[in-house]
């Protein structure tokens, strides 16, 4: 049995309290299971518990075997002094304080069914690891469950752009453009436009804005996707531009083995959608102020919609011509726009700002932007779970790689109904 799993049952009491005794045969009460620690430190603290008719308050330190104690040095560690009751699967030896007091101790078996399921998630084959008992699990529960992890998606979300608020000296704006060059790279570039984007700040950008070969000179130039030896005279053009821009700025370009090709739709390349952010940049003013007060996905889309410079209408690549095409983004592309940087940015200003009701529209607007196409929504179609718009997919996509894939059973609301039995129809 693992430790987790131990920590588990105490702190839910999935064991029998009325046959609590010690290894010596002291009765044990139960009285207030204390809280989880999850930083250093004894595991459970402010625990009450009733040994032989003594009340004790302090700690609890859980163990697989006893001996653990002494491998993990707690009896040379001051703070597990305050451990008035040490819990273990398997009573290997006595343990004691660093003073040599004994501390008491308890052998803590698991309700059998509960080890059962928990034994089964464990296995490896399964897409996720509560498959088996996924029937049990009532539509209104998991319902529930899916607004949870929707918030639990979005303040993860927020902690990173604090943190990105924090480099930029809480400018919201270069924050945002921030986030909207990531999603513009989707998940298989993200890495290098968030690069790009980074090394080309609003600022720079914005000293040049009535000249638009000079912001897609930088962008290409940055991305490093400019050749020494230009294909054609536009691309001639921008790296004569560049050259002169990344001396007058002292620029250094990203590394271009980062951007990625292979298996890619033609309008998913990095050249069409540095075309398109460039466009989009050299027209928007303080588009971060003006999504603000935007109250539908269709008004969103139509600021975040662009097309590209003459060039594009006629090219996939420098030096490659190809058929006419507006390469204007397609709904499904501005709705992941939406989702990916749009929603998570109003969500952590209406945080920072205490701002219910912007936390409310952005709630309204992912209800009303239809629900992602991927493997991982695909999959949970499987277990008769359907996403009916992003608000839902994005709550299914947190459960399955925050909690599913990382095997977070325990620390899992689902996980934890069914081990519990509290969320069953029978």
């Not at 064991?15 to 290894?23: E, M």
């Not at 600021?303 to 507006?326: C, D, I, N, R």
Request: glycine letters at 4%; aromatic letters at 10%; proline letters at 4%.
């Amino acid at each position: 049995m693992k430790e987790d799993l131990l920590q588990y049952a105490w702190q839910y009491r999935l064991y029998d309290g009325s046959q609590l005794l010690t290894v010596d045969g002291e009765p044990i009460s139960v009285i207030n299971v204390g809280e989880l620690n999850r930083d250093a430190g004894p595991d459970f603290f402010n625990v009450k518990v009733k040994i032989d008719g003594t009340i004790w308050a302090g700690n609890v330190e859980v163990h697989v075997t006893a001996s653990d104690w002494y491998k993990h040095h707690h009896d040379e560690d001051p703070r597990y002094d305050s451990v008035v009751l040490h819990v273990v699967e398997r009573s290997d030896t006595r343990i004691r304080r660093t003073n040599g007091d004994l501390i008491p101790q308890m052998e803590l078996r698991v309700d059998v069914a509960t080890l059962a399921k928990y034994e089964d998630f464990k296995r490896p084959h399964h897409w996720i690891h509560c498959e088996k008992h996924w029937e049990r699990i009532s539509h209104e529960f998991l319902q529930l469950q899916l607004c949870r992890m929707l918030h639990l998606r979005l303040s993860r979300k927020t902690e990173e752009i604090f943190a990105l608020l924090k480099q930029n000296r809480n400018n919201w704006s270069e924050v945002f453009y921030r986030l909207l060059a990531k999603s513009f790279g989707m998940h298989t570039n993200a890495q290098p436009f968030d690069q790009l984007a980074q090394s080309l700040p609003i600022p720079c950008l914005a000293k040049h804005k009535d000249h638009p070969e000079q912001v897609e000179a930088l962008f290409f130039g940055q991305a490093g996707l400019l050749k020494e030896t230009p294909s054609d005279d536009y691309e001639a053009l921008l790296q004569r531009e560049y050259n002169f821009l990344r001396h007058k700025f002292g620029l250094t370009p990203i590394d271009p083995s980062l951007w990625k090709f292979a298996r890619m739709r033609p309008n998913n390349s990095p050249y069409v959608r540095i075309a398109q952010f460039t466009t989009l940049v050299h027209h928007s003013n303080n588009l971060f102020s003006k999504i603000l007060e935007m109250k539908d996905p269709s008004t969103i889309r139509q600021a975040l919609q662009t097309g590209v410079s003459p060039y594009w209408h006629t090219h996939m690549k420098f030096g490659a011509e190809s058929p006419y095409t507006t390469k204007k983004m397609s709904d499904a592309t501005l709705d992941l726009l939406i989702i990916n940087a749009v929603s998570p940015a109003l969500y952590a200003y209406a945080i920072q700002k205490e701002d219910e009701e912007t936390q409310d529209r952005m709630m309204a607007i992912l209800e009303q932007i239809p629900a992602e196409k991927n493997h991982t929504v695909e999959g949970w179609k499987r277990f008769g779970v359907c996403a009916e718009n992003a608000f839902q997919s994005q709550a299914l996509i947190e459960l399955k790689t925050q909690y599913c894939d990382a095997r977070k059973c325990l620390q899992c609301s689902i996980g934890h109904a069914v081990l519990a039995k509290k969320c069953a129809d029978d």
